[in-house]
Structure formats: C-alpha cells, structure tokens
C-alpha cells in the first residue's frame, strides 16, 4: 500500500531545522508553537520515525531526521517548481517583497516581469531597505518574503546565490588614493559596513565616511562625482563606475550570500518559486 507525504508537513520539518527552535519557526511560518508542534507529530506518526529530540537547548533532529531532511528540501523544491510552471491563473493575493536598495534595479526587474506576466492577479508590493532592517520586518511579518545579504560563512539553507563584494569608484577616478579614505555606504545599517570597517583596519587605512544621510540614489552620485569610493556586490556595480581591483591597495572583501526569508502562503510560494528559478539562471550563465 503506497503511502504519501504532506508537503506542508515536510516545510515545517524544514523550518525547525533551519531555525533550531520550534518558537523561532512558528513565527518564520505564522503559526503557534502548538501547531508547529502537532506537524512535526503528524510527520512522525505518517513516517513511524522520531524526528525531533527536544529539551531546554531547543529542537534537533535525530539521525533519521537528518536523513528525511535532505530528500524533503528535495521534495519541497519540486513542488513548488511544478505549481510555478502550472501558471495556475487563479492564483491572487499580496505580496510584501522586502529588497536590498542594491537589487532593487538590478537583479530583480527579469524576475518582476517574469512573476507579472505568470500571476497577473497578484498585486506585490516591493519594501526597499537594508538587509538588517528586512530581516526585522520579516521576523515582525511586515513582509510575507525578504532577500537578506549576509557574509557566506553565516548564510542559511536559504541561500539563493553566493556573490562578491568589491571596491567602486567613479570612472578613472582619484578617490581611492585620498587619505583617509572617502567611503559612502548606502545606510548606517549596510551589510557592508562591518566588513569594510573590519578591512581597512585590519590594512591600516584611515577611513572616513562622506554622507551623513545616504540612499542608493545618494551613494551613486557620490561615487560617480568621485568624492568617495563605495562597496557593492559586483553583479550589481554599472558600467558607470570601476571595480577597483588589487592595484589600487584596497583591501578584499569576503565573499556574501543572498538568502531568501520566505512563508508559505500560495502567492509567496509562487514568488520564491520565480526567485529560485532567477538566481538558478544567472548561476548557470556565469559558469
């Protein structure tokens, strides 16, 4: 007799193991943690496994959860692969996008298009911001998914493409040679501003920041006039501007993830399905 698995039963098992914490995961899935509890129950009497082991450190699987783990994420993926191409037309609904100010018109506008013409009953909403700010408008469900920048070695099961930051400065520009060095950042909560602090100390050059009030529009104008250098992604730096390679003395920075926080309603499935197809694409043309 064949048996199934409920893939709404596999994404909490999902969520809890990336969260270690039934509380964290019930708020990432917008349940209660007597509901999140009752799945992982229903998963195990449907599997005749345990699972989870839970005491006061949290919740961690087991061996053989360890071992469903792999093939639900697997399974997970599939599913949602399989609506998206379905292009079920009645889907509708919201969705709140939470985006870096970077790749708001840089990586997304293909994406956007692509997700408007498979879903047009679905009005979506983009909220710009810093990664830190995004990552707390999830965790306060203010959006239903967010793409978070995050250094590579601290990026979760999330992660949607691994990318490297890199010096920019204007066209030929003389910025990078001043001392202290001239540096903008689009925010005071920048991913990049940890690193890039932790980089030029570590260099010993002298550092100081330019824009007292930055935004993305801000920043730009700033390193094209040549009165500051910035860090960007690579992948989202115009042919306006120059990467500033090992030559001009900049230290390197480690590499960043992005990672895509995301719940499980229809319509955000159907953006994360859109989203994981993208970055598969571009990983695929840049091989």
């Known amino acids: ?31 209660t943690q007597g509901a999140v509890s009752q799945r ?31 093939s639900a994420r697997q399974l997970v993926d599939l599913n949602d692969n399989i609506l998206a191409a379905l292009d079920v037309p009645a889907l509708s609904g919201r969705v709140r996008l939470g985006v870096p ?10 994406m956007l298009h692509d997700f408007a013409r498979r879903h ?25 998914l967010a793409l978070v920048e995050e250094p590579a070695s601290a990026s979760s099961d999330g992660r949607l493409s691994l990318e490297q930051p890199v010096w920019v400065g204007a066209a030929g520009g003389q910025a990078w040679r001043r001392r202290p060095l001239p540096v903008c950042l689009v925010s ?20 100081r920041t330019v824009i007292d009030y930055a935004s993305m529009e801000a920043t730009t104008a700033t390193v094209q006039a ?49 989203l994981r197809e993208m970055y598969a694409k571009r990983a695929n043309q840049l091989q």
């Open 101 to 110: 100010h970077d790749l708001v018109g840089t990586h997304l506008p293909p």
């Open 226 to 274: 040549d009165l500051a250098v910035s860090a960007w992604l690579a992948s989202t730096v115009p042919a306006t501007l120059d990467i500033l390679g090992p030559d001009s003395g900049l230290p390197p920075l480690p590499p960043y993830a992005i990672t895509l926080l995301a719940g499980d309603a229809p319509a955000t499935l159907a953006m994360t399905a859109c």
């Open 188 to 207: 005071d909560t920048c991913v990049f501003r940890q690193p890039v602090d932790a980089a030029l100390r570590q260099a010993g050059i002298a550092a």
């Open 40 to 70: 992982i129950k229903r998963l195990e009497t449907a599997t005749s496994l345990l699972l989870m082991e839970r005491d006061q450190l949290g919740a961690r699987l087991t061996p053989a959860g360890e071992r469903l783990l792999a």
């Open 120 to 144: 047009p009953d679905v009005d979506v909403t983009l909220v710009p911001g810093s990664s830190y700010e995004l990552r707390r408008a999830w965790e306060a469900r203010k959006v239903d």
């Open 1 to 31: 007799m064949s048996r199934n698995l409920d893939v709404g039963l596999l994404r909490t098992l999902i969520a809890v193991a990336d969260c270690g914490s039934m509380t964290i995961a019930a708020s990432r899935l917008h349940m």
